[in-house]
């Protein structure tokens, strides 16, 4: 692969792909859900997720009040849905009746039938770093998937089909082919620098990796 000359394109958040999620949570009562894309795993055990929300969203005001909220993976067939949640507000809109609700251990925190996976999450910190938005921490109490989007117990990416999200450019995309198994494919590119390292120690008397 050719690689060519790196140019500046400002400080800004590219990183890609970001996960489309739902983050929902009961205000005034009733279940809200916002799509948000600024989500992301804190920590492995005890499992921590953080979705940083604007300041002036509504949902907000149901993570404090209920300190619980739920973070769901929608699947591509819901698209125009997921989107619509993040086009309009629950000041004005009613969102409550969009998808059905079920609810989990802790009793407040909506979770959507309609998504693939669900992680159900209590409050644990709130951050706000002086900008436009706040940070909220959930430890994961529980997650929620249907059988046929398991194998072996764990969700599988192919059958939920989630959406993914490109920022600036503000578009949604699909999972594309299966590239490798996690900590299995770099063992081959191990194998092919000691590979080249012994071919270099063999074209080159008296090197590093040649004979002395």
């Known amino acids: 692969m050719e690689i060519g ?3 500046a394109i400002g400080a800004r958040s590219f990183l890609y792909p970001m996960p489309t999620t739902l983050v929902g949570a ?3 009562g009733k279940p809200n859900y916002l799509t948000i894309a600024f989500c992301g795993i804190v920590q492995a055990s005890p499992p921590m997720i953080a979705v940083t929300l604007g300041k002036m969203h509504y949902t907000n005001e149901g993570i404090r009040e209920n300190d619980c909220f739920s973070v769901n993976i929608p699947s591509r067939y819901i698209v125009e849905a ?7 507000s629950g000041k004005k809109v009613d969102k409550s009746g969009i998808f059905k609700t079920f609810y989990g251990k802790l009793e407040k925190a909506p979770m959507i039938r309609e998504c693939p996976v669900n992680l ?3 409050l644990v910190e709130t951050l706000d770093f002086g900008g436009n938005n706040e940070v909220f921490i959930g430890e994961i109490v529980e997650s929620y998937a249907e059988e046929r989007y398991l194998c072996n117990g764990v969700p599988d990416i192919e059958k939920i089909e989630p959406i993914v999200f490109s920022m600036y450019d503000n578009n949604y995309w699909g999972i594309g082919k299966h590239l490798g198994k996690a900590w299995c494919v770099g063992k081959k590119f191990s194998e092919n620098i000691n590979e080249d390292r012994n071919e270099t120690g063999r074209s080159k008397e008296g090197s590093l990796y040649g004979c002395r």
């Open 82 to 88: 997921t989107d619509y949640c993040g086009i309009v």
């Open 120 to 122: 159900e999450c209590r």
């Open 26 to 28: 009961d205000v005034k």
């Open 5 to 7: 000359e790196k140019k």
